[in-house]
Nanobody, 119 residues
């Protein structure tokens, strides 16, 4: 199975930056669509950004222009550079890996890392 471990969360002031990383083991990382989701207290988990095996990206409207997702297949990692952070970005951020090829239908999740944006 695929295991995902997030890191890089913490406390940052509004307007600041953080870089989240997700380390993957198991599976064939390069063929998965990977991404970041977040969940604030009392809210459902929502998509932040994804990147396909071919490098196509998708961002939530709320983070476009501020966040950048990238992947390094040689290191089996996916990163999320978060700039111009806002208090509403506060959430637990989860790494996700998914595979949809014919009958294959797999989804994997990390344990999450806390991001708090506050002055």
């Amino acid at each position: 199975q695929v295991q995902l471990v997030e890191s890089g969360g913490g406390l940052v002031q509004p307007g600041g930056s953080l870089r989240l990383s997700c380390a993957s083991s198991g599976g064939i990382f390069s063929i998965y669509t990977v991404g970041w989701y977040r969940q604030a207290p009392g809210k459902q988990r929502e998509l932040v950004a994804t990147i396909t095996s071919g490098g196509s990206t998708n961002y939530a409207d709320s983070v476009k222009g501020r966040f950048t997702i990238s992947r390094d297949n040689a290191k089996n990692t996916v990163n999320l550079q978060m700039n111009s952070l806002k208090p509403e970005d506060t959430a637990v951020y989860y790494c996700n890996a998914s595979l949809r090829i014919g009958p294959i239908h797999d989804d994997y999740w990390g344990q999450g890392t806390q991001v708090t944006v506050s002055s």
